[in-house]
Structures are given as C-alpha cells and as structure tokens.
C-alpha cells in the first residue's frame, strides 16, 4: 500500500491539460520536496520535475509542478500522444527514513 | 553526463543469494547518498534502501530489512545490493538512483526469484 495517494487513472485529448494530484501526509510531502517520473513501458523512470516544481534541463515546460500542505499536482499542458505512460510522484518520509512513491497514474491520450 | 549501470541480476531459487552492482559515472559519486528501487511486474515502484555519501548511514524497508544489504565502495564509484533468503515476491526489477528521491536512476537489472 503506498503512503501518497494518486488515482490509478487521466485521460486527455490532444492539446488538452491535464493534472494529476498526489496526496501525502505531514511527515513527507508536509516537510519534504516532491518529485514527479513519467515512466514509459518497458523504460525506467525519467526525472519530470524536482524540489516541488523544478523541471531538470530537457523537459519541456509543458510539465509543471506544484505543492501545497500535504499534496502536489502535476499538470500537463498542450497534451501529445507521446505523453502516454505512468506518472509517480515520490517524497521522502521522515517517520519511515525512506522514500515513498504513489501508486502511479496511468495517462491515457 | 551522469549515467547508472545496474547488472548481477538472474534466475534464483527461493531461498537463494544474489548480488547486484551499480556502477556509477560522470559526478562526484562519494558526495552522494545512493538508493535502491525496485518494481515488480505489472506493479508500482518501491524504494527498499538507502547508503550515505560515507556508507555510514543506512535504511532499509521494513519489506527486506535483515535480507537485504546495501554497501559501497567510493573508491571504485560502484553501490551494491546483497540480496539473501530471496522470496518469489522479490521478483522485480531493480533500480539505483542518485539520491532520494532519485534525480538520475540506471536502466535496471531483473531479478526472478522462482522454482
């Protein structure tokens, strides 16, 4: 059972914006960054946002992030094809001394 | 550019040993803290350790705390996964990452664990 919430599925149509959220609680995402994967099949985890909202060199601003007490959302702009895949989001948790991920949400164009 | 190469994975029985290597390159690999992921087919992913920039610091997950070890050596930039009393539920492939939550992760290594 994963310790951040997200819904198991989105969807979109070309063009479109989307968000997915990612529910925590105070020892994670209350005191901690979130970060955010898109996972493609077959592929590992590629890195879309970091520290909250931050987007590594090579994402297109498309991607954004943001987070508020407890939860976070990732919203994608402009939807494409490609952006099909799942998303995670992950925080560290200061009562477990570990990371923790949500269960993923399959985007579906 | 900062790349992660996982290998050592393989069939094993239950109740078998394993080691994985990560090999790590392109960043000062002793200034970081390292962590191990996994994910199991068809599933979500799931952090099961964690290794100071020193090693002196360790976590694990309470899913492989007492099986599962994970060590360093700075010297040769390489982080491993010790993986005894290996169960079917271990079957996943398995990821480094660069800190935690990871900002680079390697291409991962599958582990089955079956009879």
């Known amino acids: 059972q994963s310790v951040l919430t997200q819904s198991p599925s989105a969807s979109g149509t070309v063009g479109q914006r989307v968000t997915i959220s990612c529910s925590g609680g105070r020892s994670n995402i209350g005191t901690n960054y979130v970060y955010w994967y898109q996972q493609l099949p077959g592929t590992a985890p590629k890195l879309l946002i970091q520290r909250n909202d931050q987007r590594p060199s090579g994402v297109p601003d498309r991607f954004s992030g943001s987070k508020t007490g407890t939860s976070a959302s990732l919203a994608i702009s402009g939807l494409r094809s490609e952006d099909e895949a799942d998303y995670y989001c992950?925080?560290?948790?200061?009562?477990?001394?570990?990371?923790?991920f949500g269960g993923g949400t399959r985007l579906t164009v | 550019q900062v790349q992660l190469v996982e290998s050592g994975g393989g069939l094993v029985k239950p109740g078998g040993s394993l080691r994985l290597s990560c090999v790590a390159s392109g960043f000062n690999f002793d200034i970081y803290y390292m962590i191990w992921i996994r994910q199991a087919p068809g599933k979500g992913l799931e952090w099961i350790s964690y290794?100071?920039?020193?090693?002196?610091?360790?976590y694990y997950a309470d899913s492989v705390k007492g099986r599962f070890t994970i060590s360093r050596d700075n010297a040769k930039n390489s982080l491993y996964l010790h993986m005894n009393s290996l169960r079917v539920e271990d079957t996943a492939v398995y990821y480094c990452?660069?800190?935690?939550?990871?900002?680079?992760w390697g291409q991962g290594t599958l582990v089955t664990v079956s009879s």
């Open positions: 990452g660069r800190e935690g939550p990871a900002d680079h």
């Open positions: 992950a925080s560290w948790d200061d009562s477990l001394s570990g990371v923790i």
């Open positions: 290794i100071s920039s020193s090693g002196a610091t360790i």
